[in-house]
RNA sequence: GCCGAAGUGGCGGAACCGGCAGACGCACUUGACUCAAAAUCAAGCGGAGCUCGCUCCAUGUGGGUUCGAGUCCCACCUUCGGCACCA
């Protein structure tokens, strides 16, 4: 009889259609059950899945199967983050509408995923480009204005010149846009912002909670926030008596002080300078700088060019007069705009005041050292004792520190400060295609909330994208003119609309809770379902999405919405997928398709490779022959079954009742511990370590244990050991089912089950099946292998080592010499030292 | 420059607590089946030496700790990632 072969292209949509059609993975609250919640970062509906895609869903694909199966109440929900640029180019490049492109593209993405098989509960689909979704980041922004978090400000902002928008802070990659590399320029406008400066400290310090996210993800966070401890000293103008303050981490070195510079936009410059014969000099020079991109501005190779400004400034401390100077590479964004130089002790300052030719002054010697003696080569900036310094001479640097802000404190000119590289995030964008941001400016009342009921402000169709004006929505006359919801006079309506990434800060709530139309979400089933137990994606969002979560959740937290402090429990940071070591892109034409993958070999097959190639972390070679490899190993499977089918049917046992089994031989009980090493092997590397790679071979090791099992026995003992082997091909089945789901439900059927392999309780291993009363243990002398021999498994030392002296291999290693030292690692070697 | 991660066969990767380095897979070689090929099954597969049983060498480099080091410590090299005038 002919076997039936493998085929994935027929059992694979069949089975689909069958989870499909019976709910499977519809998630309910049910507060008697414990729940899990596994979530990979939602897609942008491009239209195409692609290989990184791909390997993340089937990541979360198998924790969700495997924890169901462990008993979970799994919710494993799946969306869009329908807004964002390139709807609005396809737009402006074929005339279609960006709604209509992106619900064309989400169908596509849906079908591709459904193809592979993934768990999802649609039910709880979200598309953040819909009404129904847009409308609570409109309330959630206004939740941000009326608690005083959202603000807007003129300032300097990123501008990208390609996407014709304003850009955060976080979007700005080594000075270019982070969606199109465009370098990255600047522009004086007028912008939405979220504080979430107000929350620095407690998104840093919550980190520690994060027990479960890599650390290098926690470093990046915690640079990006960037919290420096130091203090605030205020200068006084001599010309003006204006206060002119600096923050500095070196108070001890305040009498190193021999100069000041400003940054070119501060904003006591223009006093300072007017009248003087330089004020044209420097007004051209600060002009020059405020034209200048960021990148070129702040590469660290960019010469440092200072002009004096006439001023000078007098040190708190000692009364001292030193001329200030602008620069360009002070930075109005970061403290207070205006630095103290000390050259001595600050290898930057002493570069600057070195070209510059001001003085330099040491006021810390190291240990055993005076540098007061001869000029410097470099800045000194180690710890040491303090000189040159008044009453504070002769106290260590670090107790200097707290001395002079302490005197500084008591004299109203200064005090401990903590400052943060972390700006506030810059939502504003000139974008079409994003959530409007609901506010209406009154010539009478001002910037005015669009009231909570008359929310959502809908975008409008049929707009002219390819228009010149500053944002999109200021060609529509419709939308702009409205009504102040104060006064009732006419109004217009604020054009920016939000950065994407508000979309996605707080999308994982709503999957909780996806048709609530009272709330953002309910209460109960935010309370029940989150937080996010296992999230799973890209390092790309390290910084970004990651923080801005963390953001939200906080600030929901005090606003009583919810009552996590933190939204992701766990997180996965996945690798990259390359192509024969280059990234894969179109130019390359190194694209592999999971489609093309599917339609090859099926979706287990794939599922199969993408997770046995690398650990998850690890960036992921493709392989076309790794794919075979993996698609034969199916096939293995599907071969072994097919060809053993007889024991699962009543022909296993001859006379019709149960046939008592005898007892097991060696060779059953090896193939026994085989089973339970597989069983526990894959749960632990599962469970604990995420390492499917290895889990995978654990499956293929027993699949192979199978195999020679049925080499070295006949027809007759396979029927009369049917019961144990069965328990074999039902573990094999079950380890298999959470990466490779199709072939498993129909293999699971065909043996004559009738429930869903994935409606299973993980199988559980046994202790006492993994032992042996023997093992094979190794001898060492001198640290060196020479031997192995069986032994009992609970035998004495003394015994062990007897037998070890008695070994054939090992005596002659031992004639003639005087046995030092014996080492003994139960159940794994003796050593044998000689001299 | 600062912070972090990683360097293991021809390749992807194992080795979890310091205990047989190279699991599993790919590629390759050989045998069986076949008219033949594919598929499949079986066997081999880090390097060198040889009396074919072993011996020596081998986890980026150089030191160290230890009976024993891919694993721990010190220094260095290389690659990748993040930050980068942050006062």
């Known amino acids: 009889m002919a076997m039936e072969g493998y085929k994935a292209a027929e059992l694979e949509p069949k089975w689909q259609a069958f989870w499909q059609e019976n709910g499977f993975y519809k998630a309910e609250r049910d507060p008697a059950q414990k729940k899990y919640y596994v979530l990979e970062m939602f897609p942008y509906p491009s239209g195409k899945l692609h290989m990184g895609h791909m390997r993340v869903y089937s990541i979360g694909d198998v924790l969700a199967r495997f924890l169901r199966m462990r008993g979970f109440n799994v919710i494993h929900p799946m969306g869009w983050d329908a807004f964002g640029l390139p709807a609005e180019n396809a737009a402006k490049q074929h005339g279609a509408d960006p709604g209509e492109w992106t619900a064309a593209n989400v169908k596509l993405m849906k079908e591709q995923m459904n193809a592979l098989g993934l768990s999802y509960d649609w039910a709880r689909e979200v598309a953040t480009c819909s009404p129904e979704y847009y409308r609570w980041n409109q309330w959630l922004f206004l939740l941000f204005y009326k608690n005083g978090l959202a603000y807007k400000k003129k300032s300097p902002v990123n501008w990208c010149p390609s996407c014709q928008t304003v850009l955060a802070n976080e979007q700005v990659v080594d000075g270019g846009c982070w969606r199109c590399g465009s370098e990255v320029s600047w522009k004086e406008l007028e912008q939405w912002f979220l504080k979430i400066t107000d929350y620095a400290e407690r998104l840093l310090e919550d980190l520690s909670l994060l027990e479960g996210w890599p650390e290098k993800v926690k470093i990046m966070q915690e640079n990006w926030i960037g919290r420096s ?14 206060r002119l303050e600096v923050f500095t981490t070196r108070p001890d070195t305040l009498f190193g002080v021999t100069y000041m510079v400003l940054a070119p936009e501060h904003p006591l410059l223009p006093k300072l300078i007017a009248g003087t014969p330089q004020e044209q000099k420097i007004r051209d020079f600060v002009q020059q700088i405020r034209r200048e991109s960021e990148m070129t501005r702040t590469s660290a190779d960019a010469e440092k060019i200072g002009l004096f400004t006439g001023a000078s400034a007098v040190n708190p401390v000692n009364g001292e007069e030193i001329p200030i100077l602008v620069g360009n590479y002070v930075l109005m964004s970061y403290g207070t705009g205006a630095v103290m130089g000390v050259p001595a002790h600050d290898q930057r300052d002493f570069l600057f005041a070195t070209e510059y030719e001001l003085p330099v002054r040491v ?22 004792t303090m000189v040159n ?51 209406v400016y009154c010539p009478q009342c001002g910037p005015v909330a669009v009231p909570e009921e008359k929310l959502p402000v809908l975008l409008p169709k049929g707009i002219d994208l390819t228009g010149t004006k500053q944002s999109p929505l200021l060609e529509s006359e419709d939308f702009i003119k409205t009504r102040c919801p104060q006064c009732g006079r006419e109004a217009r309506r604020e054009t920016d609309t939000m950065d994407t990434f508000f979309c ?14 009272e709330l953002p979400f309910d209460k109960k089933e935010v309370d029940y379902w989150l937080p996010v137990d296992q999230y799973i994606g890209g390092i790309e969002h390290a910084v970004l999405h990651l923080l801005y979560s963390r953001f939200f959740t906080k600030f929901l937290l005090d606003q009583g919405l919810v009552k996590i402090k933190e939204p992701f429990q766990r997180l996965l940071a996945q690798g990259m997928v390359y192509k024969d070591g280059a990234k894969m892109s179109k130019s390359l034409g190194n ?66 009742d149960p046939p008592a089994m005898p007892p097991l031989r060696r060779v059953e009980e090896e193939l026994q511990r ?67 789901p199709h072939i498993t439900e129909e293999l699971w059927q065909r043996c004559g089950y009738k429930e869903s392999v994935h409606r299973q309780r ?33 035998s004495p030392e003394g015994e062990l080592l007897a037998a070890v002296y008695q070994h054939e291999r090992i005596r002659p290693y031992l004639e003639g010499k005087e046995v030092v030292k014996t080492i003994v690692v139960p159940g794994k070697l003796a050593n044998v030292v000689v001299r």
């Open 229 to 242: 401890q130091g203090t605030d000293i205020v200068f006084t103008v001599k010309e003006t008596g204006d």
């Open 363 to 384: 006021v810390v010697n190291p240990p055993g050292e005076d540098l007061t003696t001869s000029p410097l080569q470099e800045a000194y900036e180690g710890t040491g």
């Open 389 to 439: 310094s008044g009453e504070f001479d002769g106290l260590p640097n670090e107790e200097g520190q707290r001395a002079i802000t302490d005197w500084l404190i008591q004299r109203g000119c200064g005090g401990y400060r903590v400052r943060y590289r972390l700006r506030d995030w810059l939502i504003s964008r000139q974008r079409y295609w994003g959530t409007p941001i609901p506010i």
């Open 504 to 517: 996605s800060s707080w999308y994982y709530l709503r999957y909780a809770d996806p048709l609530q139309d």
């Open 591 to 656: 694209v592999v398709n999971p489609d093309e993958i599917i339609a090859r070999y099926g979706a287990d097959t794939g599922r199969l490779f993408i997770l046995f190639a690398a650990p998850p972390e690890r960036d992921l070679d493709w392989n076309e022959q790794g794919v075979e490899g993996c698609y034969r190993f199916l096939r293995r499977v599907w071969r072994l079954f097919q060809q053993n089918m007889v024991l699962f049917s009543g022909e296993a046992g001859e006379d019709g």
């Open 674 to 740: 085989a089973q339970h090493y597989a069983l526990k092997k894959v749960t632990v590397d599962i469970e604990e370590r995420f390492n499917f790679n290895t889990a995978i071979s654990a499956i293929m090791e027993l699949v192979n244990a199978v195999y020679s099992y049925f080499n070295e026995t006949g027809e007759d003992e396979r029927k009369r050991f049917a019961p144990f082997l069965r328990e074999v091909f039902r573990s094999i089945v079950l380890l298999l089912a959470p990466f490779a």
């Open 762 to 794: 993980w199988p559980v291993y046994e202790e006492k099946y993994l032992q042996s009363d023997e093992m094979e243990i190794v001898i060492q002398v001198n640290g060196k292998v020479r031997g192995k021999m069986l032994v009992p498994v609970d």
